[in-house]
Structures are given as C-alpha cells and as structure tokens.
C-alpha cells in the first residue's frame, strides 16, 4: 500500500542537468531515509546519494560535487539535483525509502519502479 514514484528521467547531453523527483504515498507514519541508487547495463546496483530525516547526507564518490539530494518532509518527497551529466551517469535510477506504516511494528524498505536516465554526448 505504500508506493514510490519516480518522474524526471529523460534523455539529456553531456554537460547538461537533470531533476529527478519521487513521492511517497500510502499509510505512512515516518519516512527515516530517503535516497537514489542507480544501475547500469552490466553492472551492479550502486547508491548514488541518501538523506536521513534530519537532512543528513552522503554521496557516491563519482558524483560528489555534481549531484545534490534533498527532501521535504511535509510533502514526503525526495529529489536528486544531476549537474554536470557525464556519458557514464546513463542508468536506471531507483528511489528508495525506510518507512514506518501506521500500526506496523518496525520501518522496512521500500523501492520505485525505476527511472531511466540517458546521457549523450
């Protein structure tokens, strides 16, 4: 019942910049960590940025100083800022978030449906 969907994906050139949106939606009760992880063809599932509750951050190395995540915790959203798109950012991007239902015991995962992002040059 609870659902993650991502919008902002596209394809985009070298150099340029992209928003990727994802909302939350169900019986939530609170939203611990929101974050995006990407994967390529070929390759493995890797995190690219996650942002606790309290705003907290942390970045894959490979996109540290172009990449920057946000969140607002009223509209239960999470956002991921891409500048500075390189050949080797094309993936299929994933939103994720630790989540307490109302009335369940403990938080648990939760996954969107993915996102594609392509970048040319």
């Known amino acids: 019942q609870v659902q993650l969907v991502e919008s902002g994906g596209g394809l985009v050139q070298a150099g340029g910049s992209l928003r990727l949106s994802c909302a939350a939606s169900?019986?939530?009760?609170?939203?611990?960590?929101m974050g995006w992880y990407r994967q390529a063809p070929g390759n493995q599932r890797e995190l690219v940025a996650m942002?606790?509750?309290?705003?907290?951050?942390n970045y894959a190395d490979s996109v540290k100083g172009r990449f920057t995540i946000s969140r607002d915790n009223v509209k239960n959203t999470v956002q991921l800022q891409m500048n500075t798109l390189k050949l080797e950012d094309t993936a299929v991007y994933y939103c994720?978030?630790?989540?307490?239902?109302?009335?369940?015991?403990?938080?648990?995962?939760?996954w969107g449906q993915g996102t594609q992002v392509t970048v040319q040059s």
């Open positions: 994720y978030a630790d989540i307490t239902r109302w009335g369940a015991a403990a938080p648990r995962d939760y």
């Open positions: 169900g019986s939530i009760f609170s939203i611990e960590e």
């Open positions: 942002i606790t509750s309290g705003d907290k951050t």
